[in-house]
């Protein structure tokens, strides 16, 4: 793989910088520190693994996203602890009275980390790069995969500039998920000049208009950035901030412990403990925007047989799954949906372990001596999934108790997701962080069939039910916050009535980190920025 770099001194200096830990016995429910922010240092975040892209346009998982965050902006965004959009590059925004029509007002005066200028014309450019296949900087042999998976093509039916500083979209008809869609990271705007300059390796040249600007991407996977001076949100308060994937998490602990790193993604279970008496760690913890699920693939047989699923559903011991490989850190989930997001239905009943009735079923089924087949897991620690081979262990023994002999397959992470994003498993562990606090940006990606009808695929069941792509057509064109949360309850029913998965949980997400890092907020998605973030000098 090529690396380029950007200040290649600058970055061999970074890399060898480690912080110093602080000595408090601080919590995030302590008392608030009020010194005033500080200029200067540097932050490295361990995460839990390597980047597969650095370009907004081919951005699909956690670990990608949470740098794009923090180099490009879009035209609006969603702040942490609110659910209103609020300005980004666009400082406001109306809409038409038939809700077709949005204009959006831009900032003036931005430019983007190559020098070049922010205007609506930028705006267009990376818009139809991704939606006119002919366009100059549309790379035909790379996937589109947001853009296709929330069908934008459907949702604009024209963009343009009506002058330097504003932008106009028409859409083909009013959608209730737009300004949400406008926060996502595959919307980030990128500098035209440097897409034209770098072709497809723009993602190892990232130019955006974002609070750090890029500096290297090296063969480990670290990602070292530095504060745009001229960000228009104003100069971040850290010098340099450092991705560096440390794909054990015990690993990652014991480096936070001694002050390697600062800051940290999902730890183990299994030092939940330490880290919450460690007087010298802090750390950010709240329920997260998420869902873990066994995806049985309806496209291949005998998952295609209803009396299967809910055979396998009911042979999986929820309870002991979640407490073995969550523990303290996940709720057992009965929804596709969060309990935080609108249209979660309480009234849904949690599947019951039985694996008495579950062989009853196999049996009913044709299949009374049970069947063989493959059970994949994921390769790598996920903010869903803290051990994807310790799930798939625990769900193998269930299923092997009602005569389901499974193979479990883990493949490289980026291979994983390709193949399943094929089709190519039976049964997968999977999951999803939900990119907005919305219903439909868990309904329309993981279970409408026009995803299942596209390869590859974020419908991991290949689930195609027709009154489910109804109520999410419906749910998406409803603003009524009232008649849309009734939608997505009747969809949850829907869900438990053909079980295309077996739910698993929705994890906590908590970030540990030195009680001198200062002012981070959460966001209840995978979105970590860093503009705000300080450092407290002891």
Same mark, same amino acid.
């Given at each position: 793989?090529?690396?380029?770099?950007?200040?290649?001194?600058?970055?061999?200096?970074?890399?060898?910088?480690?912080?110093?830990?602080?000595?408090?016995?601080?919590?995030?429910?302590?008392?608030?520190?009020?010194?005033?922010?500080?200029?200067?240092?540097?932050?490295?975040?361990?995460?839990?693994?390597?980047?597969?892209?650095?370009?907004?346009?081919?951005?699909?998982?956690?670990?990608?996203?949470?740098?794009?965050?923090?180099?490009?902006?879009?035209?609006?965004?969603?702040?942490?602890?609110?659910?209103?959009? @609020?300005?980004?590059?666009?400082?406001?925004?109306?809409?038409?009275? @038939?809700?077709?029509?949005?204009?959006?007002?831009?900032?003036?005066?931005?430019?983007?980390? @190559?020098?070049?200028?922010?205007?609506?014309?930028?705006?267009?450019?990376?818009?139809?790069?991704?939606?006119?296949?002919?366009?100059? =900087?549309?790379?035909?042999?790379?996937?589109?995969?947001?853009?296709?998976?929330?069908?934008?093509?459907?949702?604009?039916?024209?963009?343009?500039?009506?002058?330097?500083?504003?932008?106009?979209?028409?859409?083909?008809?009013?959608?209730?998920?737009?300004?949400?869609?406008?926060?996502?990271?595959?919307?980030?705007?990128?500098?035209?000049?440097?897409?034209?300059?770098?072709?497809?390796?723009?993602?190892?040249?990232?130019?955006?208009?974002?609070?750090?600007?890029?500096?290297?991407?090296?063969?480990?996977?670290?990602?070292?950035?530095?504060?745009?001076?001229?960000?228009?949100?104003?100069?971040?308060?850290?010098?340099?901030?450092?991705?560096?994937?440390?794909?054990?998490?015990?690993?990652?602990?014991?480096?936070?412990?001694?002050?390697?790193?600062?800051?940290?993604?999902?730890?183990?279970?299994?030092?939940?403990?330490?880290?919450?008496?460690?007087?010298?760690?802090?750390?950010?913890?709240?329920?997260?925007?998420?869902?873990?699920?066994?995806?049985?693939?309806?496209?291949?047989?005998?998952?295609?047989?209803?009396?299967?699923?809910?055979?396998?559903?009911?042979?999986?011991?929820?309870?002991?799954?979640?407490?073995?490989?969550?523990?303290?850190?996940?709720?057992?989930?009965?929804?596709?949906?969060?309990?935080?997001?609108?249209?979660?239905?309480?009234?849904?009943?949690?599947?019951?372990?039985?694996?008495?009735?579950?062989?009853?079923?196999?049996?009913?089924?044709?299949?009374?001596?049970?069947?063989?087949?493959?059970?994949?897991?994921?390769?790598?620690?996920?903010?869903?999934?803290?051990?994807?081979?310790?799930?798939?262990?625990?769900?193998?023994?269930?299923?092997?108790?009602?005569?389901?002999?499974?193979?479990?397959?883990?493949?490289?992470?980026?291979?994983?997701?390709?193949?399943?994003?094929?089709?190519?498993?039976?049964?997968?562990?999977?999951?999803?962080?939900?990119?907005?606090?919305?219903?439909?940006?868990?309904?329309?990606?993981?279970?409408?069939?026009?995803?299942?009808?596209?390869?590859? =695929?974020?419908?991991?069941?290949?689930?195609?039910?027709?009154?489910?792509?109804?109520?999410?057509?419906?749910?998406?064109?409803?603003? @009524?916050?009232?008649?849309? =949360?009734?939608?997505?309850?009747?969809?949850?029913?829907?869900?438990?009535?053909?079980?295309?998965?077996?739910?698993?949980?929705?994890?906590?997400?908590?970030?540990?980190?030195?009680?001198?890092?200062?002012?981070?907020?959460?966001?209840?998605?995978?979105?970590?920025?860093?503009?705000?973030?300080?450092?407290?000098?002891?």
């Amino acid at each position: 793989m090529k690396r380029f770099q950007h200040w290649p001194w600058l970055a061999a200096g970074i890399l060898l910088v480690l912080m110093s830990c602080g000595k408090s016995n601080q919590r995030t429910n302590g008392a608030i520190d009020t010194s005033k922010p500080q200029y200067g240092g540097t932050i490295i975040y361990g995460k839990n693994g390597p980047p597969l892209t650095l370009d907004p346009a081919f951005t699909r998982e956690t670990e990608s996203s949470i740098i794009v965050v923090n180099i490009f902006d879009g035209l609006v965004e969603q702040r942490a602890g609110k659910v209103a959009i @609020d300005p980004a590059l666009a400082k406001s925004w109306k809409v038409s009275d @038939d809700g077709k029509t949005y204009t959006f007002n831009l900032r003036t005066g931005v430019t983007f980390h @190559d020098g070049t200028p922010f205007n609506a014309d930028a705006v267009v450019y990376n818009f139809d790069r991704q939606r006119d296949p002919k366009h100059p =900087s549309h790379f035909k042999d790379l996937n589109y995969d947001y853009w296709k998976n929330f069908n934008m093509d459907r949702i604009i039916k024209s963009i343009r500039a009506v002058n330097d500083s504003t932008v106009e979209f028409d859409l083909n008809e009013p959608d209730a998920t737009f300004l949400n869609i406008l926060t996502l990271n595959f919307l980030g705007i990128v500098s035209p000049d440097a897409l034209k300059k770098y072709g497809k390796d723009f993602s190892y040249n990232p130019v955006g208009t974002g609070a750090f600007r890029f500096v290297e991407w090296d063969a480990s996977g670290n990602v070292v950035t530095v504060a745009n001076d001229q960000f228009w949100g104003g100069r971040p308060f850290v010098d340099t901030l450092i991705f560096k994937p440390i794909p054990d998490a015990r690993q990652r602990w014991q480096m936070l412990k001694t002050g390697a790193i600062n800051m940290m993604g999902v730890p183990d279970q299994s030092d939940i403990a330490e880290i919450e008496n460690t007087a010298s760690i802090k750390y950010s913890k709240q329920p997260g925007l998420n869902i873990s699920y066994l995806a049985m693939n309806m496209s291949k047989k005998p998952f295609d047989n209803p009396k299967v699923r809910e055979a396998i559903v009911l042979a999986i011991d929820r309870d002991k799954l979640v407490e073995k490989v969550f523990a303290q850190l996940g709720r057992s989930a009965k929804n596709p949906i969060p309990p935080s997001v609108l249209g979660y239905n309480e009234e849904i009943r949690f599947t019951l372990y039985d694996p008495a009735k579950a062989r009853q079923l196999l049996a009913d089924a044709g299949l009374p001596n049970g069947f063989k087949c493959s059970l994949w897991a994921m390769p790598i620690v996920r903010e869903y999934m803290p051990n994807g081979k310790l799930a798939a262990e625990i769900i193998q023994a269930d299923l092997k108790a009602v005569g389901i002999e499974t193979d479990i397959v883990m493949y490289p992470w980026e291979e994983f997701l390709r193949r399943r994003g094929n089709g190519e498993h039976d049964l997968a562990i999977a999951g999803w962080v939900g990119d907005a606090p919305d219903p439909h940006f868990f309904f329309y990606p993981l279970l409408d069939k026009n995803i299942a009808e596209r390869k590859p =695929s974020t419908n991991a069941a290949f689930y195609t039910g027709e009154t489910m792509h109804q109520l999410i057509l419906k749910g998406k064109a409803t603003a @009524d916050p009232v008649e849309r =949360s009734n939608i997505y309850k009747k969809a949850c029913e829907i869900f438990n009535k053909d079980l295309p998965w077996f739910t698993i949980a929705h994890s906590v997400t908590i970030v540990p980190m030195q009680e001198n890092v200062m002012d981070f907020q959460l966001h209840s998605s995978s979105v970590r920025k860093f503009n705000k973030v300080w450092l407290r000098r002891m």
